[in-house]
């Protein structure tokens, strides 16, 4: 199976997933860091599993610090 590597596609992604699920988000700046998973199976879905694990998790992670910035 073909993985994505288009970076900006996954981070499109990422930021998508981010900004649609406002209430994990806030779980997780509540200590509950198991949120990561369920945020990385919604962009593995939207990829159709054809994505690089590792990529996407180093963008999901730099989405998360911005988006606790813009909150508090």
């Given at each position: 199976m073909e993985k994505v590597v288009d970076v900006e596609f996954i981070d499109s992604i990422a930021k998508d997933v981010v900004k649609e699920?406002?209430?994990?988000?806030?779980?997780y700046?509540?200590?509950?860091?198991?949120?990561?998973n369920m945020l990385m199976g919604e962009i593995k879905k939207r990829t159709q599993d054809k994505f690089e694990p590792r990529i996407a998790n180093e963008l999901l992670m730099k989405k998360l610090p911005e988006i606790l910035v813009v909150n508090n």
């Open positions: 699920f406002p209430l994990k988000i806030e779980e700046q509540n200590g509950k860091t198991g949120i990561v």
